[in-house]
């Protein structure tokens, strides 16, 4: 009798640590806005970021991962959907309105996203924060695939008194200070979802440290000791440790609920900084790209090179660091592969999966990476790469692997690797890009401000 039912213990116990096996894991992508580079702490920041350095320890490390774009909407774009924000009606920022060049943009409903890609698995999908994708009530999130939505729809909610703000399609006014109020969503939203039977993928865009800079005042005072003659640096440090401390909060959750080593979390930001005036200006940006050279909108690696952590007990190793090259559109496929979901035959994805990347496995990109705004392009193929401001009358060519600052400019010495490098971006463009936003002819200073490095 005891025999049996210790085989019956144990028979149990083995389907139980099959269906286990077999559960798909939530999947947690926290982005930030106009996070440079060299913001965390852990990259030698005086910031105070020690969540985020405590996921760097726990997780990989991405050193050469790329927005797929200097701006947020096209990179929010390619996040969903795996594919270049040019082909996906999202090149440019989005706007309720006509800017310029630029017409009212959306995210194309014929593009499947993350939570329309996962729903045939059974995932609830939930998106916090920021979505920036288009304004029109057939455009909010919903609409592409997401169960739940508590955010924004526009670029600059601010903080204290947010606008523009929705749960699911109801207008709703938010109280207190907005990262916080985002945390505090994303807990709610775990802690009703993660833990059950059904896998759950939560998007939680926050929008610092973008602009306004809005900072509780405990913290500015901390940071302008600390950065005494860096003006309104102070601010967006503020900014940046509130936002690592409520991103501990949620990775607490996660613990809490002991669903952390069934839970794979991504984190990055979508465009390098800001050094526009009504940010903290280049004093302020050339803190936050470190060595890189450039600054949000600029295919320049400080415009589009960002952080990217990812954790995921038991699948992930610890501490691991990576020095080959990806980009945001290749999260669409991770998350795919990671949830074991095979995309449909008439699925377009442009991305790759970079799981064996972060396993430390082989990978291989199949072909040139690209960009393209109103003000530049760039080219990353192999170890060369091409940026172009097109106020300038010809294009400069780099190795950044070598060459992290883009400091030198090998266009003169391999004119044919220019030449070629433009023929495949002009060859893409065609493909990705046809109807192409018009290049500016003029430096736009207030995006571009002159520096040491751009003088």
């Known amino acids: 009798m005891l025999h049996r039912l210790f085989v019956a213990l144990l028979l149990a116990t083995l389907v139980a640590s099959a269906a286990g096996a077999e559960r798909r894991p939530n999947i947690l992508f926290i982005l930030a806005d106009d996070l440079g580079w060299a913001d965390l702490g852990h990259d030698g920041s005086k910031i105070d970021t020690p969540n985020l350095d405590k996921l760097a320890k726990e997780g990989v490390k991405l050193k050469r991962f790329y927005a797929s774009a200097p701006m947020c909407s096209p990179t929010r774009a390619a996040l969903l959907t795996g594919r270049y924000p040019h082909s996906v009606g999202v ?3 989005a706007s309720p309105d006509k800017r ?7 995210l194309d409903h014929k593009a499947i996203t993350i939570p329309e890609a996962l729903k045939p698995a059974g995932y609830r999908s939930v998106m916090v924060g920021k979505w920036h994708l288009g304004f029109a009530p057939e455009n909010h999130p919903r609409t592409h695939g997401f169960d739940e939505f508590w955010g924004s729809l526009i670029g600059t909610p601010t903080y204290w ?3 523009e703000t929705y749960h699911n399609e109801t207008p709703i006014k938010v109280q207190g200070y907005y990262t916080d109020q985002l945390a505090d969503h994303a807990i709610e939203y775990l802690r009703s979802g993660a833990s059950g039977s059904q896998p759950m993928f939560l998007y939680l865009a926050f929008n610092a440290p973008h602009y306004p800079l809005e900072a509780p005042s405990d913290l500015v005072g901390k940071y302008r000791r600390r950065f005494p003659d860096r003006g309104l640096f102070a601010i967006f440090a503020a900014m940046v440790e509130r936002l690592d401390f409520n991103i501990g909060r949620v990775l607490a959750t996660l613990d809490e609920l002991k669903v952390a080593d069934r839970t794979l979390v991504m984190f990055a930001s979508d465009n390098g ?9 280049p004093e302020g940006a050339d803190f936050s790209n470190g060595p890189l050279r450039g600054f949000k909108f600029a ?10 952590l990812a954790r995921w007990p038991g699948q992930l190793p610890a501490g691991a660091v990576r020095d080959t090259p990806a980009i945001m559109m290749d999260i ?4 795919l592969d990671a949830a074991k979901v095979t995309p449909a035959a008439d699925h377009e994805i442009h991305g790759t999966s970079i799981l064996p990347l972060l396993r430390g496995g082989a990978f291989a990109r199949p072909g040139a990476l690209h960009w393209e705004n109103q003000q530049n392009l760039g080219v990353l193929d192999g170890e060369w790469k091409l940026v172009h401001q097109f106020w300038l009358s010809r294009p400069m060519l780099f190795r950044p692997a070598e060459d992290i600052s883009e400091e030198h400019d090998l266009a003169e010495k391999y004119p044919e690797k220019v030449a070629d490098l433009m023929a495949l971006h002009e060859a893409w463009a065609k493909r990705h890009f046809p109807n192409r936003i018009p290049h500016v002819k003029a430096r736009p200073f207030g995006l571009f401000p002159k520096t040491r490095a751009d003088p």
Do not use: D
């Open 161 to 163: 008194q947010p606008k």
């Open 273 to 281: 900084p800001s050094a526009e005036i009504t940010s903290y200006g």
């Open 299 to 308: 295919t320049h690696e400080g415009g589009i090179r960002v952080p990217f």
């Open 100 to 106: 310029g060049n630029v017409p009212v943009l959306a």
């Open 332 to 335: 669409l496929p991770t998350i």
């Open 91 to 93: 090149p440019e920022l």
